[in-house]
């Protein structure tokens, strides 16, 4: 009799015990904890100067090998700085093979098991943020471009070293104020009064291309389980998240399409090279300039 109140105490005791842990686990979002363990050894992690984050769509090869015939030549092989093009999954099981046989070539390729989509565009951003952290041990600039965009890196650089003072919990990049949501249905940027209510967003930076400190990317993450998911980039990323994280914005006009080509070299982001053609044009133009822009010669209009 005594051994069998000794087996039914054991037995309460620990039905209470996995009760206690099912409660905690039900009502605490594992993936809070998982996105900064690890991937690999603490030691075996890398320290990145310069993250180059490429979103691209995975059926956009040509421009991602447009990429590293480009501008990413500019980040050599022995430096600390990467580059990562970023995306999701496709539809078409043969498109994602052929991401599949690319990152095995390149190793420069992290892929979110989600449909890549217009819709998706926060949520893809943000899953590569939470990668970022538990793949590298520190970042200290992230560059985040579409893959539609060249980022001239030496000019980036001198930029830099201008404004020292001011690299610490920063994003620069085309600043917006004052924006309003799209309430307009028939609007692809449309934002029902549901999904954000307030009329105005926060002030925020466009995302073709921005630069931040790589102190705030691990904020980021944290402030994203706080708020209500937007699926517009930019306004989630770099202005819904950052509300209250005291931000400098650091406006630049130099990030956006120049008006003529003799003007890249004085840009450090490109946007809107939607080919092959047009990013071998913008590397061209900084790394050969043609006899009109060395003499200043204006074009004819």
Not at 95 to 118: C, L, M, P, R, T
Not at 244 to 250: F, S
Request: net charge positive.
């Amino acid at each position: 009799m005594r051994i069998y109140k000794k087996a039914t105490l054991i037995f309460t005791l620990l039905a209470l015990c996995g009760f206690i842990v099912y409660k905690m686990s039900y009502s605490f979002d594992p993936t809070i904890l998982q996105q900064y363990k690890p991937v690999w050894a603490e030691d075996e992690r890398l320290n990145i100067v310069f993250l180059f984050a490429v979103k691209s769509y995975p059926e956009n090869y040509e421009m991602r090998k447009a990429i590293r015939e480009t501008w990413s030549t500019y980040i050599s092989s022995g430096s600390n700085s990467k580059i990562l093009f970023y995306m999701g999954r496709s539809s078409r099981p043969e498109i994602n093979a052929k991401v599949a046989e690319e990152f095995n070539h390149y190793e420069d390729i992290f892929q979110g098991d989600f449909i890549d989509s217009f819709e998706n565009q926060s949520l893809c951003t943000l899953t590569a943020l939470k990668y970022m952290l538990r793949a590298y041990a520190e970042i200290r600039f992230l560059f985040k471009v579409h893959d539609s965009t060249f980022v001239n890196i030496p000019r980036l650089i001198r930029v830099l070293k201008s404004k020292r003072a001011s690299l610490h919990n920063f994003i620069m990049g085309r600043i917006t104020n004052n924006s309003k949501p799209e309430r307009n249905k028939k609007s692809p940027w449309y934002i029902s009064k549901d999904m954000y209510p307030p009329d105005s967003y926060p002030v925020y930076t466009q995302g073709d291309a921005y630069l931040l400190s790589g102190n705030l990317i691990q904020q980021l993450v944290k402030e994203s389980f706080k708020v209500p998911l937007i699926w517009i980039e930019d306004i989630f990323v770099t202005g819904i998240l950052t509300k209250n994280l005291n931000v400098n914005y650091i406006h630049s006009t130099k990030f956006g399409s120049p008006q003529d080509s003799c003007e890249n070299g004085e840009y450090i982001a490109i946007s809107g090279l939607y080919t092959v053609e047009d990013m071998k044009r913008a590397y061209k133009a900084i790394e050969v300039p043609n006899e009109r822009c060395a003499y200043g010669i204006k074009p004819k209009r």
